[in-house]
């Protein structure tokens, strides 16, 4: 299989991309994920000028994609996306903490994970979990809307995917904040802001 150069973005809309873009920033892309939480405008305005596909899943600030979807992109919810070879998979959201929309109590999100596995025995599994918020234990934090979810876990120990995008924990939040890291076979990459992933 060749190498997939993968633009992933998370929490904070990058100036970079945005404020002082150049179509040359997006050559040599040939996939863009969203990890939740950006502005479906920013997201649309990327998928108008790169030569791929732009995959997102909702962040717990998400609502206002109910009204103004991102145009131009995909939605990797509760399915999964096959891309030249790549099995994408994708769970967006965060743990419960205030009731608001698209947070998860951990009973929920299982509950989710539990269909999806229907459709990864049709794809045979996946090659990359997209979810906004982390898997618990794996660069999580230890209050309740950055607790990452047990069910994540579960899914890398099972499938062993080649990688696990989240976004969620941001990268001012401590010295702790790891932009890669390994769980077992699977890299873990915290999308914040941007980040080029070669798969």
Known sequence: MMTMRILALADVESRYLWDFFEKSKLEGIDLIISAGDLAPQYL????????????????????????????????????????????????????????????????????????????????????ILVAHSPARGINDCEDRPHMGFECFRDLLDEYSPKAFIHGHVHKNYGRDFKREDKYKNTTVYNAYERLIIEI
């Open 44 to 127: 649309s305005f990327l998928a108008t000028y790169a030569k791929c596909p732009l995959l997102y899943v909702h962040g717990n600030h998400d609502s206002c994609y109910d009204d103004t979807p991102p145009e131009g992109c995909d939605s990797l919810e509760d399915t999964v996306i096959v891309y030249k070879g790549l099995r994408i998979a994708g769970l967006g959201g965060s743990m419960l903490y205030n009731y608001g929309e698209y947070q998860y109590s951990e009973k929920d999100m299982y509950k989710r994970v539990k269909k999806l596995r229907k459709k990864l025995k049709k794809t045979g599994g996946f090659d």
